[in-house]
């Protein structure tokens, strides 16, 4: 099976303030999305940057043959949420924002407004009979939004505070995600087939990256790699690795390649992943754009300005 995360970039049905302005715009979006998904065949893809419900709908139905949907009802400030587009049936078994229970509120803004849960919600689904259980995220975002609607500083240490409310928001989301695996490992990562996808908004050795892995020393191409020990109970192994070097990016942000999509899997499934990707299988991200400091540049523009990140599990 292929298990798969996605950003969509803003998929958003044509006349809002997000989405593409018309009819035209839309349909090379849903068109450009669509091959890629097609190509890629996966058997589940998480998905982020949902605006619409009826837009996902209009996108499977692009697709051809009958793909279940599962959709967070936890939506960010723009309405966006995270969620599934699977070839079978999914069963919904967690959608929360809630931070635990010992994490304190964290710092959001200049005014001391504080952050007391996810921005976005965490979306957990069950699949099959083994279970295959799933939970898709997108955590919070490195762009940066000041005062105003500005997305740019009134000066350097605006930049620098703002930085941080962002990275105490996204580690703050990245600990609760993790309480989230916990529950669906058990306490048996051996026995338990549990994967963890999304847009993490940083890269492998990030230190919110690194909260969701559980017990560090067995990383994919490390020397415990192959020694079994009581942390496989609780670890989660990040695909990347296995993502062939020249391909080891998800995005562009000025001019910098950046891996910030990111496969999470439990003990039993990362001993059986058989290869890992970014974009399409064999060739690696589709000419993704540079993006800069202002989201609204990209609005109406065909495709996604991330590339699907993707892991092949062998039976």
């Known amino acids: 099976m292929l298990l798969g ?17 018309d009819e035209a715009s839309y349909e090379a979006k849903l068109a450009a999305l669509a091959a890629v998904i097609t190509e890629l065949d996966p058997t589940l893809l998480g998905v982020q940057e949902v605006g619409d419900a009826e837009a996902l709908k209009d996108l499977a139905a692009l697709l051809g043959d009958d793909w279940c949907l599962a959709l967070s009802e936890h939506a960010d400030s723009r309405g966006t949420v995270v969620g ?11 959608d929360t924002t809630a931070f635990p229970a010992k994490l304190r509120p964290v710092q959001a803004d200049d005014a001391g407004l504080t952050a007391t849960r996810a921005g976005r919600g965490f979306l957990a689904v069950e699949v099959g009979d083994g279970p295959l259980r799933v939970a898709v995220c997108h955590l919070k975002s490195k762009l940066l939004t000041y005062p105003d609607g500005r997305f740019q500083p009134r000066d350097e240490g605006e930049r620098a505070r703002y930085s941080a409310y962002a990275l105490y928001r996204r580690a703050a989301e990245a600990t609760a995600l993790r309480a989230l695996a916990d529950d669906l490992l058990g306490g048996d990562g051996q026995g338990r087939d549990v994967v963890i996808l999304g847009d993490l908004n940083d890269e492998v050795q990030a230190a919110t990256t690194q909260i969701l892995l559980g017990p560090p020393g067995s990383e994919i191409g490390t020397p415990g790699r192959d020694r079994p020990d009581r942390g496989d109970a609780a670890r989660l192994w990040d695909v990347a690795p296995l993502i062939p070097p020249g391909q080891r990016y998800s995005r562009i942000h000025s001019g910098r390649r950046e891996l910030i999509d990111h496969v999470l899997l439990s003990h039993r499934l990362a001993r059986r992943a058989t290869a890992a990707g970014t974009g399409l299988p064999g060739e690696g991200p589709p000419g993704l754009p540079s993006v800069g400091p202002d989201p609204t540049e990209r609005r109406g523009a065909p495709g996604s300005d991330h590339a699907p990140v993707w892991v092949r599990v062998g039976g």
Not at 84 to 94: I, K, N, P, W
């Open 84 to 94: 599934f587009l699977s070839r079978t049936e999914v069963t919904v078994v967690a």
């Open 5 to 21: 995360t996605w950003n969509l970039e803003n998929l958003y049905r044509p006349g809002g303030p997000f989405g593409p302005r």
